[in-house]
């Protein structure tokens, strides 16, 4: 079992910024992929961005260009660094570490508030 820890969340002026942080509890192997998702409420939950151990990206087109997915593989830890918030960012943002062997494990979610 792998734990996963959020911090960074909280309350932010549209155009801000904000670092997310995701602590796992084990190293992170080459083939394992961790991203973070979000969910506002009333809607899905959706895909905000991912990165394997060797650095490949993919990002959510509401958030390509604003934010940024890196990893700390020495930390066992993955960032999210937003900027240029907006109103529509607001959710609670999740991290998720995909294994190599398919097993999914999920953070408890951070609360990400964007104020107008």
């Known amino acids: 079992q792998v734990q996963l820890v959020e911090s960074g969340g909280g309350l932010v002026q549209a155009g801000g910024s904000l670092r997310l942080s995701c602590a796992a509890s084990?190293?992170?192997?080459?083939?394992?992929?961790m991203g973070w998702y979000r969910q506002a409420p009333g809607k899905q939950r959706e895909l905000v961005a991912t990165?394997?151990?060797?650095?490949?990206?993919n990002y959510a087109d509401s958030v390509k260009g604003r934010f940024t997915i890196s990893r700390d593989n020495a930390k066992n830890t993955v960032y999210l660094q937003m900027s240029s918030l907006k109103p529509e960012d607001t959710a609670v943002y999740y991290c998720?570490?995909?294994?190599?062997?398919?097993?999914?494990?999920w953070g408890q979610g951070t609360q990400v508030t964007v104020s107008s």
């Open positions: 084990r190293s992170i192997f080459s083939g394992d992929v």
């Open positions: 990165m394997t151990s060797v650095g490949s990206t």
């Open positions: 998720k570490l995909t294994m190599s062997w398919g097993g999914t494990y």
